[in-house]
């Protein structure tokens, strides 16, 4: 049974920082390409970074560069999400998944709950 759980999440000042983590089983971890992706309220959700099987490349949407850091743990199956210089605009449910979720469907059709993110002063 494949589980994704994400934690991490708060209340955090503008210009705060916190650090997201997703703790998988039931597939593959280690070979499949990961991502984390949010939903802000009243919008669909979006990808905010990615990051390769071995952690060879990862990739951020442009408004989180510089600020997001993504990570793996094959050993633990786990993905993490640092999160720096935080914005009101980054307000918003944080889910982890498989890359290409948002078109391919979550994994075997999972998703986690998903952990808040309130960016607020």
């Known amino acids: 049974q494949v589980q994704l759980v994400e934690s991490g999440g708060g209340l955090v000042q503008p210009g705060g920082s916190l650090t997201l983590s997703c703790t998988t089983s039931g597939f593959p971890f280690s070979e499949s390409a990961m991502s984390w992706y949010r939903q802000a309220p009243g919008k669909g959700r979006e990808l905010v970074a990615e990051?390769?099987?071995?952690?060879?490349?990862?990739n951020y949407e442009d408004s989180v560069k510089g600020r997001f850091t993504i990570s793996r743990d094959n050993g633990a199956n786990t993905l993490s999400l640092q999160m720096n210089n935080l914005k009101p605009e980054d307000t918003a449910v944080y889910y982890c998944?498989?890359?290409?979720?948002?078109?391919?469907?979550?994994?075997?059709?999972?998703w986690g709950q998903g952990t808040q993110v309130t960016v607020s002063a």
């Open positions: 990051i390769t099987k071995y952690s060879s490349r990862t």
């Open positions: 998944n498989r890359a290409f979720a948002l078109s391919l469907g979550g994994v075997a059709g999972v």
